[in-house]
């Protein structure tokens, strides 16, 4: 099979778009927060509440996690598509300048920042990281879960885009 079959046969299988996101105590005085876009985000299981995200290997994410369990994840409505493609940018700026002029909170779990206008949030304990090709699958332990925003739609991403649900 060719790559780009594969991938064009995936890209119609339509996803929701989140922010994953942690802080990393360990680069420089106060830390330095992190983040990253995903597509590839699901619920694992109900008792007990897990989810998982894939992340490249040796990206910035993929380092932090091997070392710092804690993180969280903010689903995005349609209003923060802008937000999608900042932190999915390939050769992007530093994670402190993404989160300059952006509103977001720190999560009482994780530390990690949320987004303001998130539809829901999730703040997570890595329980397993599996190796997966190119990827590594963080498997997270709920440890708290909101709904702080009802309005607008969920962001989707759809053959390579970011599309709107319509009602």
């Known amino acids: 099979m060719h790559p780009d079959d594969y991938r064009a046969a995936l890209s119609r299988l ?3 778009v989140v ?7 360990e680069d420089g005085p106060r830390g330095e927060d992190v983040g990253m876009t995903a597509t590839a985000f699901m619920s694992v299981s109900l008792d007990p509440p897990l989810v998982t995200v894939s992340v490249r290997n040796d990206s910035r994410m993929e380092e932090l996690l091997s070392r710092q369990p804690l993180w969280a994840v903010s689903v995005l409505s ?18 402190r300048l993404l989160f300059e002029d952006i509103p977001y909170y720190r999560g009482e779990e ?58």
């Open 78 to 95: 349609e209003s923060q598509r802008h937000i999608a493609g900042r932190f999915a940018m390939r050769g992007r700026i530093s994670d």
């Open 19 to 25: 922010l994953v996101t942690a802080h990393d105590p």
């Open 110 to 167: 994780s530390g990690a920042p949320i987004l303001g206008g998130a539809l829901a949030v999730l703040e997570c304990r890595t329980e397993q990281l599996v190796p997966a090709g190119d990827h590594t699958l963080a498997i997270g332990l709920v440890l708290a879960a909101q709904t702080p925003s009802a309005d607008g739609g969920p962001l989707a991403y759809f053959r390579g885009k970011y599309r709107y649900l319509s009602k």
């Open 14 to 16: 339509a996803g929701g």
